[in-house]
């Protein structure tokens, strides 16, 4: 086995929050009763360090809950990935079908057969939670929006979403329609990986059909953004069901922290716990760089394949979560995994782990993927390979 151990950063054991990535958070702030006394009011809340998923504090957060629009979260995510994939542009027209169209509830008010790009539409789903260009988005990636409503689901899967269950794109009441704030924060963490979607949901108003005879002004429904400092997302959602929800996003200082209420009595109530939240979360953690996105971590050798040598690449930053003013010990992360491996090697392969220790205790663990695939070489390089090798 290769390990390569680096010494990175001084952190407290007894202070420091490290939830594992899972449905079960051991949020450290919930123990006992020396837990912060945050979001009363709500059903179910939860906040997050968006880089390294650990919980800061939760409540009820997987609790199976109705959406509402927050339901979007999804929706803009999938066209997101799709955007960045190539399956979508965002030039590309979408038509406005009669079903979409007829969407009660929040809208931009779309005619049946008008047109706009799929940035236009990301942009009213994002800052006035249209149901109309929710179900037009839909319709144009999965052709109908039950196929989309299939497609979200199958990501909820992949994203380890336990309690989360879609049966629209937009989060209007129906029955077997439901999420928790756990899984919501977990979507919005993937969602805002998208510099594009932030510049959307961090934007207080803009314009639709700006320059036609029937301009529409659009005011984000997510005031966060205009009132709290680093606020940049996300998603609003009410119903006389759901009650007042708000999935939040801010950023300061490096750190970007992920806020979830659900089941708040008021929209004034929702933001003031939200914010509470977030205020708490800077004002009492930090956020330590280990690796940067795109820093080559080590590397690993290909047997018998098109290339000799595959570097592994960190797909995203990975970063520590630390108290503030907190006494400190070392931490250490290491990757675990064969020095090499037969070919074929398939992008997106498990080929190992990286696991970041306090001492001799593992505090969390993420799974390594091939950055890229490496074919099997054929007998005609390997044979010009070996007999190279004779000579050196």
Same mark, same amino acid.
Request: include cysteine; charge should be negative.
């Given at each position: ?27 450290? %702030? ?11 009011? +709500? ?6 360090? +968006? ?42 027209? /979408? ?29 009213? /789903? ?51 329609? #439901? ?6 924060? /977990? ?23 700006? &320059? ?5 002004? =659009? ?12 606020? &940049? ?8 069901? +759901? ?36 205020? #708490? ?19 690993? %050798? ?6 000799? $040598?595959? &570097? ?7 970063? /520590? *979560? ?10 250490? #992360? ?25 001492? &001799?205790?593992?505090?969390? %663990?993420? %799974? *390594? ?12 390089? =390997?044979? $010009?390979?070996?007999? $190279?090798?004779?000579?050196?």
């Amino acid at each position: 086995m290769l390990v390569i151990s680096m010494l990175l950063i001084q952190f407290a054991s007894a202070q420091t929050v490290m939830a594992e990535e899972s449905n079960t958070p051991n949020a450290a %702030e919930n123990k006992g009763n020396a837990g912060p006394a945050l979001a009363n009011s +709500a059903v179910s809340a939860i906040v997050m360090d +968006a880089d390294s998923g650990t919980v800061i504090f939760e409540k009820n957060s997987h609790q199976k809950l109705p959406p509402a629009s927050i339901t979007k979260i999804m929706t803009m995510l999938l066209v997101m990935e799709a955007v960045d994939q190539g399956k979508l542009k965002l030039s590309d027209m /979408v038509s406005t079908s009669e079903r979409a169209a007829s969407m009660g509830g929040s809208q931009i008010f779309l005619e049946v057969g008008e047109q706009m790009t799929v940035e236009e539409m990301l942009k009213g /789903v994002a800052m006035a939670s249209g149901n109309d260009a929710s179900v037009a988005l839909a319709e144009k990636l999965a052709g109908t929006e039950e196929q989309f409503v299939a497609m979200m689901n199958e990501r909820a899967k992949q994203l380890g979403l336990k309690n989360t269950h879609f049966m629209n794109s937009n989060g209007l009441p129906v029955e077997n329609h #439901y999420s928790s704030a756990y899984d919501i924060a /977990v979507m919005s963490r993937e969602l805002m990986k998208y510099d594009l979607i932030r510049s959307f949901t961090g934007k207080y108003q803009d314009y639709l059909r700006k &320059d036609t005879e029937k301009p529409f002004w =659009l005011v984000n429904t997510n005031k966060l953004v205009r009132f709290y400092d680093g606020a &940049d997302g996300i998603k609003t959602g009410y119903t006389s069901e +759901a009650k007042y929800c708000l999935s939040a996003s801010a950023m300061r200082d490096g750190m970007r922290v992920i806020a979830v209420v659900m089941g708040a009595p008021s929209t004034k109530i929702r933001n003031a716990e939200v914010t509470q939240m977030l205020d #708490y979360s800077f004002a009492q953690y930090m956020n330590y760089p280990l690796i940067n996105k795109g820093e080559v971590i080590g590397s690993l %050798e290909i047997e018998k394949g098109m290339e000799r $040598k595959l &570097d592994i690449v960190a797909p995203q930053p990975y970063s /520590v *979560l630390v108290k503030r003013g907190s006494n400190t010990d070392q931490i250490h #992360y290491v990757l675990d995994m064969d020095e090499s491996i037969k070919a074929p090697v398939i992008e997106g392969q498990p080929i190992g782990k990286l696991m970041i220790y306090q001492g &001799d205790s593992l505090v969390k %663990e993420y %799974e *390594l993927l091939s950055p890229a695939t490496i074919d099997r070489s054929n007998w005609w390089r =390997l044979l $010009k390979r070996s007999t $190279k090798s004779l000579f050196h």
